[in-house]
């Protein structure tokens, strides 16, 4: 009986202290902004070797911050390439676990003259989509102020005494070069980073009005190609017509990896593609969605892609292959009249949940070496790659995930899938062996990795209000 009135009278408290948690975070709100404004100027570019030192100064802050938010153990832990930061609360090993994790490197600022005010000058402006106001700077949304939500939101529940669970924080500072030491770490330190759910923001939601959760992301495959022809760069007067162009050959494969309704042709491609009954379709068309909008959004007059399946469709629940970049040739100012020896283009393939992407990035090699004319030599270099990934909307992640949305929006989360890979989730659930939660509060106005990429103040407030009604529902439905 003694034990059935404590776990009631913390129950009590935790409801009792959330629904306080919108005045913390007003009375703190200043602070928040300011905290987050100061870790934006922190140059960490992990892909830019001239910034090292600024990446190394980022962790360092981020170490301190968890330290101050309450932790009882962080550290910087060394590895092949940057320090991942972890930090840990353990309350009671007998409770549930949550690993959060996050990224404090951010992309290049360039190009730098697109930017309207400097990238690592974090400034708030207003805009229509951000009437309170929106931070621009590098980073602020993908994604050291969304990781920063989490910092702030474990620091609330500390000062409130309202913790219901433990806590750990894995913050790496490669993310945005493909992770290359995180499973590393992952491997070596399964049973540091043990846990019950992975709760990340690195994704967005539909809009500020309506909460989504990202249940489904697309596997990857990203390949270079290299066609060569003659030994050497030949006069296109003399030889044009008697010699295969690399480029005009590389042209016409490329070309031929689409059907007239946009159906990728490498055999064995949709093999193990996930087919979405009807059902699962007509939830996700439940998103609110504009087609004119859309067009008008990135200035075009009209939609393209594979037939029978509407745009939200193909850019999320089916496998692409785009072309992401091709030269060869002479592309310098005026003209010089020449066949090139070699032409190259860079290709990457979307994958959906059930298609390796290993297995498929074969497959690709396979068929565009075998549609090569024997006039050129084709050479596939394979780059990186990673595996789709679906959490299930009756998971209990999901379902504490959706009742924190409805509890400060006001409306239920729509699940979604994404476009976009993040093949560190597909490792998470190999090496650990718990599913993650996808909590993005971006906007996919945000701008992320381009220039004048901000996070709305709305956005990051939300973010600190909602994280800790996770931690609440996480917890009560795991009794």
């Avoid at 017509?241 to 990896?257: F, Q």
């Amino acid at each position: 009986m003694e034990f059935v009135i404590s776990i009631c009278i913390f129950d009590f408290i935790i409801y009792f202290t959330m629904n306080n948690i919108k005045n913390y975070v007003q009375q703190n709100k200043e602070r928040f902004i300011d905290e987050l404004i100061e870790l934006l100027k922190i140059p960490s570019v992990s892909a830019d070797s001239a910034y090292s030192q600024d990446v190394i100064n980022t962790a360092e802050a981020v170490k301190t911050s968890l330290e101050k938010a309450g932790c009882d153990f962080v550290e910087l832990c060394e590895t092949p390439g940057y320090p991942i930061v972890y930090g840990e609360k353990i309350i009671d090993k007998n409770l549930p676990t949550v690993l959060v994790y996050g990224h404090y490197d951010v992309q290049p600022p360039d190009p730098m003259e697109l930017w309207t005010s400097p990238p690592f000058e974090p400034v708030i402006k207003t805009t229509e989509i951000h009437p309170e106001g929106a931070i621009f700077a590098r980073g602020s949304c993908d994604d050291k102020g969304q990781m920063y939500m989490h910092v702030k939101a474990f620091e609330y529940m500390i000062a409130n005494n309202c913790l219901p669970c433990n806590v750990k924080f894995m913050i790496e500072g490669e993310e945005e070069v493909g992770s290359k030491s995180l499973s590393w770490f992952v491997e070596r330190n399964q049973e540091k980073l043990a846990n019950d759910v992975i709760l990340i923001s690195d994704t967005g939601m539909i809009s500020n009005q309506q909460p989504s959760i990202t249940t489904g992301l697309r596997g990857l495959s990203y390949v270079e190609v290299e066609v060569t022809g003659p030994n050497r760069d030949l006069h296109s007067g003399l030889y044009g017509g008697a010699v295969a162009n690399p480029i005009n050959v590389l042209t016409k494969m490329i070309a031929s990896l689409h059907n007239e309704n946009n159906h990728i042709t490498i055999p064995g491609f949709y093999d193990k593609v996930e087919e979405l009954s009807l059902e699962e379709r007509a939830e996700m068309a439940k998103a609110p969605f504009s087609l004119d909008n859309y067009k008008k959004s990135i200035d075009i007059n009209d939609i393209h892609g594979e037939a029978g399946y509407t745009t939200n469709e193909r850019n999320s629940i089916r496998p692409t292959l785009d072309v992401n970049g091709i030269w060869g040739g002479y592309t310098g100012e005026g003209a010089k009249t020449v066949i090139a020896s070699k032409a190259f283009a860079k290709i990457s393939m979307r994958l959906v949940p059930n298609q390796d992407w290993q297995e498929i990035t074969e497959l690709f090699k396979n068929h565009f070496e075998s549609i090569a004319p024997k006039s050129v030599k084709v050479k596939v270099t394979p780059h990186h790659g990673g595996q789709g990934y679906v959490t299930p909307i009756d998971s209990i992640g999901y379902q504490a995930a959706n009742k924190a949305y409805t509890e400060t929006f006001g409306v239920p989360a729509i699940p979604v899938r994404s476009g976009g890979s993040i093949p560190i989730v597909a490792l998470f659930e190999k090496e650990l062996k718990s599913k993650t939660i996808l909590m993005g509060f971006g906007l996919d106005s945000d701008a992320i990795h381009s220039p004048n990429e901000h996070f709305g103040i709305f956005n990051y407030l939300k973010g600190i209000e909602t994280i800790p009604l996770f931690y609440k529902y996480f917890v009560e439905l795991s009794k």
